[in-house]
């Protein structure tokens, strides 16, 4: 029917984000979401996703994101939209 809208965004979580189970949530969701890609923890504490696939479930994990799991607390979230490059097949957790 359509073709798919293949993107890649850079997502940046910053606030009580590590130790609360958000990179499973993430991973959750995205795979919910059928992307690509990984999420992982920041030295600094924060957690980072880079993600392809069509835009819209992007936009969709973006905002499941923005909610976050129970216990977080979420300060800041940022998205940087990119070229996508096409070299995830699944979705994981780094780190």
């Given at each position: 029917?359509?073709s798919k809208n293949?993107?890649?965004?850079k997502i940046l979580?910053?606030?009580?984000?590590?130790?609360?189970?958000?990179?499973?949530?993430?991973?959750?969701?995205?795979?919910?979401c059928r992307l690509?890609?990984?999420?992982?923890?920041?030295?600094?504490?924060?957690?980072?996703?880079?993600?392809?696939?069509?835009?819209?479930?992007?936009?969709?994990?973006?905002?499941?994101?923005?909610?976050?799991?129970?216990?977080?607390?979420?300060?800041?979230?940022?998205?940087?939209?990119?070229?996508?490059?096409?070299?995830?097949?699944?979705?994981?957790?780094?780190?």
């Amino acid at each position: 029917m359509g073709s798919k809208n293949n993107s890649r965004a850079k997502i940046l979580v910053r606030g009580k984000v590590q130790g609360v189970g958000f990179r499973y949530y993430i991973l959750q969701r995205a795979q919910e979401c059928r992307l690509s890609g990984y999420t992982q923890n920041l030295p600094g504490g924060e957690v980072e996703t880079i993600v392809e696939g069509d835009k819209v479930f992007i936009e969709d994990l973006y905002k499941a994101i923005q909610k976050g799991p129970k216990g977080s607390e979420i300060k800041e979230t940022l998205i940087n939209w990119e070229d996508p490059k096409g070299n995830f097949r699944t979705f994981e957790i780094k780190k």
